[in-house]
């Protein structure tokens, strides 16, 4: 079955063709994009299980065979990642079809849209499927040059500024990734992941700490980590909904995922732990303070996305099996309620007629499942119990009070001050904007149920993450089991390559 891996990039560009193809028919479009982002996710829900069950499952593309190849590799936390991604790429794509059909696709450019959509989705595939560094780089430079696209759709003033911030920034990141991997195709010889964890050890320390820094340096650009993170409250929230949402969902994430595989399969000496565990506890913090600053719906929900990246970071930072599980486990729910409130927000301003705190209102007496929706989203954020912000909190939390550090039990006052301040901040937004009475008498719209329903089925998704909390949290342990071992996944790679040549891994690799 290990055909099934390269259909998650491959499925996403043919439809993108097909979809380019018939760009004088949205409706066709529409079916296309459908089709493919349906059969991409009942991959992945295939792949979930093969992983769970069979260990990483590997395809060498061209039967070139690792590490001379390109190898594209399916674990836990990848299969994962793909599940929940594709979850929300879809859920986003019928909120946007919706939108379309209620706008009757006025302004909106939908021959470009749906291949650029797609396009992302093939994109977002290739980063959590690639098992080199290169090709890792590829992934990333196909969802962030249809990202361009996307972010900028209108082409408003204040659209096409975001975007360029978020262009300049973008290119700065993938400098410092390109760089980086010149320098360790130098140091080493090779940039299959499964190798550089056997040759980097052999590099000399000091080498090896600059190319953990320049590594971590990029990615942490991407994922919006502090002090790398004020692009993103200004780029963000300019952006139609869909894309908006689906960008917060899955973007940062992306950046998140790769620290993971640097710190857990590349640089095991966690000689750069302290570093992300303090710029966690910043990242917490900047992002909340500014949260709770904000009079806008999108920029507080831009503001609280760096926030909470630092949860995840802080996971990671400890280093430890525990702490990785609950960074898996905020991951996927933070990726499900994170989209489901950037969508609300969308349907917020199509009612209210605006985001801004200060001129909405009674929106819970004219929109009451609209305000039921963004309660139980913003309650699932914050972690309230028994939610699934709650449960990964509490994860994050126990691996920190395990680790006994002094810096770590900082880290935990600073998740659950971050947590109060959270509820705080979506309190606030509810009461301004659903409970409170409105200056000015509403606009006369209705927000049709084609496009309430994604955006209520993805907060539903964020609820259904914590009734299969347990058994999510048993595959979370044995992915960070996975990832810190290292083993399943370095055999997986080179056992299989020297199944297709016949040679040692280090044959068919080079001395380096």
Do not use: C
Not at 174 to 180: I, K, T
């Amino acid at each position: 079955m290990t055909w099934l891996v390269p259909l998650p990039v491959v499925v996403p560009l043919v439809g993108a063709g097909l979809a380019l193809a018939v760009s004088r028919r949205p409706r066709a479009q529409g079916i296309i994009s459908v089709a493919a982002v349906s059969t991409v996710l009942a991959v992945a829900v295939v792949l979930i299980f093969l992983t769970h069950t069979a260990g990483p499952q590997v395809v060498d593309v061209g039967d070139w065979a690792a590490p001379v190849g390109i190898a594209l590799v399916a674990d836990r936390l990848s299969a994962l990642m793909l599940v929940v991604s594709e979850l929300v790429i879809l859920g986003v794509l019928a909120y946007s079809l919706a939108q379309g059909l209620a706008d009757g696709n006025d302004g909106a450019p939908v021959a470009i849209y749906h291949p650029t959509y797609l396009v992302l989705a093939a994109g977002v595939s290739m980063a959590f499927l690639s098992g080199d560094l290169f090709n890792l780089y590829v992934g990333f430079e196909i969802l962030l040059a249809a990202s361009f696209v996307l972010l900028t759709l209108g082409g408003t003033g204040e659209r096409i500024r975001a975007g360029s911030i978020y262009v300049v920034v973008s290119l700065l990141s993938s400098v410092l990734f390109l760089v980086s991997i010149a320098l360790i195709y130098a140091a080493t010889g090779t940039l299959n992941m499964a190798q550089l964890a056997e040759r980097l050890p052999e590099v000399d320390s000091g080498v090896r700490l600059l190319l953990q820094i320049m590594l971590l340096l990029g990615f942490a650009i991407k994922a919006a980590v502090f002090p790398l993170s004020a692009w993103l409250p200004d780029s963000y929230p300019t952006a139609p909904a869909p894309v908006t949402a689906v960008f917060a969902g899955l973007l940062t994430k992306v950046g998140v995922y790769a620290i993971i595989r640097a710190q857990t399969l590349l640089f095991t000496d966690s000689r750069l732990d302290t570093v992300l565990l303090v710029a966690a506890i910043a990242t917490m913090l900047v992002g909340i303070v500014g949260a709770v600053a904000q009079e806008d719906i999108k920029r507080l929900l831009s503001f609280t996305l760096v926030s909470h990246i630092g949860y995840m970071i802080f996971g990671i930072s400890l280093a430890s099996d525990t702490g990785l599980s609950a960074s898996i486990f905020y991951i996927v729910h933070h990726i499900t309620v994170q989209t489901a409130l950037f969508l609300i927000a969308g349907l917020v301003e199509r009612r209210g007629g605006t985001t801004s705190l200060e001129q909405l209102g009674s929106l819970a007496k004219v929109a009451p499942a609209l305000g039921a929706v963004f309660f139980l989203s913003a309650m699932n954020l914050a972690g309230i119990p028994p939610m699934s912000g709650f449960l990964g909190k509490v994860g994050l939390l126990q691996a920190g009070v395990q680790d006994g550090t002094v810096l770590a039990l900082v880290g935990v006052g600073t998740g659950l001050l971050t947590s109060l301040l959270t509820l705080y901040a979506v309190i606030k937004a509810w009461n301004k904007a659903f409970w409170q009475e409105a200056p000015e008498p509403l606009p006369d719209t209705r927000v049709p149920r084609t496009m309430f329903g994604p955006a209520a089925a993805i907060a539903s998704v964020g609820v259904l993450i914590a009734v299969i909390g347990g058994p999510l949290y048993t595959y979370t342990d044995d992915a960070a089991r996975d990832l810190r071992s290292r083993t399943p996944y370095i055999e997986a790679v080179l056992v299989h390559g020297d199944r297709g040549t016949g040679q040692s891994s280090d044959a068919a690799g080079g001395d380096g």
